[in-house]
């Protein structure tokens, strides 16, 4: 297999060039969101410098603490988005989320490292770059998840007090709505992996075939995280969901809906 190709500087400067066709279609269509992409870009690109160092100096000096730090720093930021996104949300019912996100993401991330690739947790070449993928889909998931369980419940909050005063129990009452946002939360992972190999080529394929890693072996890997993340996806929303659709009952039988 061939090496991979280097990117110099004024190569990989160039890319940024396709941001004017952006902006062109911006502007074109009104769209006034000009600052926020080229706000993004620059912390994208920050970032991930960043990042680059930091693993870069992770790899070279290989230690289980600096993993374990880099896991952590993580994981954190992860729950922290997810929860900035999701206002109003009573502190035990974040607490839920919290802890759906990290045990969801670190438990299928030991049992796809140490079960499936067979090497150890504490390898920052595997355990991290996979880690990311695991981990931010599931943020993603959860927040998706949060999103459509609030919306409706504030859009059926009618329907939601009749029922109550019907003489209803709340958890047949919110249920239906849990399974819809779970199912919200899965919906773009599972129409990823319909496409995948026909419509798309997934990132972390295309990134080991241009490495040199051999199409079936980087096919094999893919297969292997999506499945992986689709797992994680589903526990995350799903413990979030369950865990924390329970502290919105009060020991009257009541529903605090989100916000209140």
Do not use: W
């Not at 940024?16 to 911006?26: E, F, G, R, S, T």
């Not at 706000?39 to 600096?66: D, K, W």
């Not at 990311?132 to 998706?144: Q, R």
């Not at 094999?220 to 992986?228: E, N």
């Amino acid at each position: 297999m061939r090496e991979v190709v280097q990117l110099g500087i004024y190569q990989f400067s160039a890319v940024y060039l396709l941001l004017i066709v952006v902006l062109a279609i911006m502007k074109r269509s009104k769209i006034n969101q000009t600052k926020l992409l080229i706000v993004a870009s620059f912390r994208m690109t920050v970032q991930l410098v960043l990042a680059g160092l930091v693993l870069t100096y992770i790899f070279e000096n290989r230690h289980p603490l600096f993993t374990a730090l880099y896991l952590t720093a993580m994981i954190a930021f992860s729950i922290k988005r997810t929860l900035g996104k999701s206002p109003g949300l009573n502190k035990r019912f974040k607490l839920a989320v919290a802890a759906s996100i990290a045990l969801s993401g670190l438990s299928v991330l030991v049992f796809f490292v140490t079960g499936i690739v067979g090497q150890n947790i504490a390898n920052p070449q595997y355990t991290i770059p996979l880690a990311g993928m695991i981990v931010g889909n599931a943020m993603t998931g959860v927040t998706l998840a949060l999103k459509a369980f609030s919306d409706s419940l504030k859009s059926q909050r009618a329907k939601i007090d009749s029922l109550l005063n019907l003489g209803a129990s709340p958890d047949k009452i919110l249920l239906p709505y849990v399974n819809n946002a779970l199912e919200t939360a899965l919906l773009p992972t599972m129409n990823g992996m319909v496409g995948m190999g026909i419509v798309s080529l997934p990132g972390m394929m295309t990134g080991q075939i241009l490495s040199g890693t051999l199409p079936t072996t980087a096919i094999m890997y893919q297969i292997a995280i999506m499945i992986a993340i689709c797992t994680t996806v589903c526990l995350a929303a799903f413990c979030s969901l369950h865990f924390g659709y329970k502290t919105l009952i009060n020991k009257r039988n009541q529903i605090k809906l989100i916000g209140d």
